[in-house]
């Protein structure tokens, strides 16, 4: 299993570069399929935790800062 986001960005790649080529047997197609759905939850993981680290730095109309939670919207 990868260590990082980014290694696994890149072992996803590369699999879908192998499916795409349509060479390769089935089990081997299988067992990549299986792989790449476990990178895809590592990713996902990996993305839902960065979401929830990320604060929004703002400054309010008293030109103090304000920070709070990332909730999936800009402001």
Request: aromatic letters at 6%.
């Amino acid at each position: 299993m990868p260590q990082t986001f980014e290694e696994a960005v890149s072992r996803l790649e590369e699999i879908v570069r192998l499916l795409e080529s349509g060479e390769l047997p089935l089990d081997e197609t299988v067992r990549l399929y299986e792989e790449g759905q476990k990178l895809l939850a590592f990713c996902q993981q990996k993305l839902a935790d960065a979401e929830r680290r990320i604060k929004i730095v703002t400054i309010n109309d008293g030109g103090e800062l304000q920070v709070r939670e990332f909730e999936g919207d800009l402001p």
